[in-house]
């Protein structure tokens, strides 16, 4: 996990030399200085957009395995009111979908110490295909509860990666 982490840490500090490139290493593939897809196979198929404002923040974006389907994951820096419903915007496209709650996690990038995890729970299969389909496409992702937007340049081809660690 150091290994996986120390990754990460170089990755983000080399975010604008690499900004239209795909970087890999053992550990981990970069997309566009910003769309890291974890190859460890204990992360199941953890794709992570991560940058520094971000991550000071407290604001994440990730998408997992989770019984063979991809399982959308957000990080909020205040925990959610119970049943709240997300909505999002992918460029001029609305998308809302319900948040359930996974846990806190510790993180030591975030001044506040604990970031607050939720799983996207979408209508059907469908409209969660739908959505990150439209990830792939679209050039913004802007998150209800999060103040700093997701740029989706290199979200294409990290989702088409992603989606083959969970068949």
């Not at 989770?66 to 399982?71: V, Y």
Request: proline share 3%; charged share 25%.
């Amino acid at each position: 996990m150091r290994t996986f982490a120390a990754a990460i840490v170089l990755t983000c500090l080399a975010a604008p030399a690499m900004a239209q490139e795909v970087v890999e290493n053992e550990v981990i593939k970069v997309f566009a200085g910003q769309w890291v897809q974890s190859k460890d196979p204990a992360q199941n198929g953890l794709l992570m957009y991560l940058t520094e404002d971000r991550a000071r923040a407290g604001e994440y974006f990730s998408i997992r395995c989770e019984d063979g389907d991809r399982s959308v994951r957000l990080g909020f820096a205040k925990q959610l009111p119970k049943n709240a419903r997300i909505k999002m915007l992918v460029d001029d496209t609305a998308v809302e979908a319900n948040a359930a709650y996974t846990g806190d996690t510790q993180d030591a990038s975030f001044a506040q110490g604990s970031v607050h995890g939720y799983r996207l729970d979408f209508a059907d299969a469908n409209a969660r295909d739908g959505f990150l389909d439209q990830l792939g496409q679209g050039r913004r992702l802007a998150v209800g509860g999060q103040k700093i937007p997701l740029d989706l340049t290199g979200a294409g081809p990290a989702l088409r990666e992603q989606a083959a660690y969970c068949r």
